[in-house]
């Protein structure tokens, strides 16, 4: 085939392709646990089923306003606005499959080819695929172990340049659980502020799953709520363990919502209906279902970095949010991606490497704990097994 030429810069997402080896394993008859996956294996709560099911039996099988339906774009400033404790109006919202799509959509409307993005690496690699699509040229601001996976401030400065159009963020952390603090948050701010013409990008789709401390977003600092230059991308799929109902949403200025609304209206026309009125009944109902979620996510942290911290060559520090471990492997003496292939094919337990979240992810593993205690420590036992064969 004579594809675009821009289709060899699209990278994508390695949980996929593991996910895929994994079940192809499964179907020759091996038993896999999977701990590759990104995704709570909660049910959803059964109140936001319920929602569901009465908006498909209410009729609510149509094509929705694009940017979403009037109450759930109220809900989810309101929602917005208490949590980060600023002002939000409802055409500062779109709704989307996902939150993956704002990404997407809002690299697309900002980034011209040659601009500069600064980003953290290790990252979700969706960030780097969409910047390396559009022509952008992405900036790494290593993130490590030694420094709980928190920027260094001084790097993130000297990542800036006249180029520079756009910043990510992403605290919460995928894949390294890390979170930025207040003092964080504030040192960026202080730093962005002197570059009025850089939009930030905050993806804060973990900022309900954090197991210390209040929640501190960038949008919450003067001069740098979604009303001047950041986009706050967020949704449903972890908190409320909505990851098959494609939920998500961007909160931005009005004036690129009704853009980033054009190219959702040019690609999948609007989020499916019934899913936002689930994604309603989540906001608006009983939050208990997250407590307890997180409490359990907290139990199985502990379990999880306990045992990896036993294992030959291996050191994991405790991640402070999100549901991702991200343990130190360079004592076993394997590179990550062999060490990962190894672990699937030899213990049958699906992992990724480190480097599928970029460069500065060598030398680490990372271990979505969003599974049974069962099987967390099932899997501890098997790697074990496997590393005290191959470990240096
Ligand atoms: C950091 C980060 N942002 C965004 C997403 C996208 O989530 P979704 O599109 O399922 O809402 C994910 C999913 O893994 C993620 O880890």
Redesign the pocket.
Known sequence: MKLASRMERLGTETAFSVLAKAKALEAEGREIIHLEI?EPDFGTPAHIVEAGCRALREGHTHYTPTAGIPELREAIAGDVARSRRIDVGPEQVVVTP???PIMFFSILALVEEGDEVLLPNPA?PIYESMVDFVGGRPVFVPLRQENGFRFDLGEFRAGLSGRTKLVIL?SPA?PTGGVLTAEDIAGLAEILRERPDVYVLS?E??SRLLYTGDFASIASERGLGPDGRTII?D?F?KTYAM?GWRL?YGVMPAELAEEVAKLQVNSNSCTSAATQYAGLAALEGPQDAVEEMLSEFRALRDLIVDGLNGLPGVECITPQGAFYAFPRIVGTGRPADELADLLLDEAGVACLSGTAFGLHGEGHLRLSYANSRENISRALERMGEVLSRVAL
Do not use: H, W
């Open positions: 990104g996902g939150g993956k979700f992403n995928n993806d789709i973990y991308l949704g799929s990851t998500g």
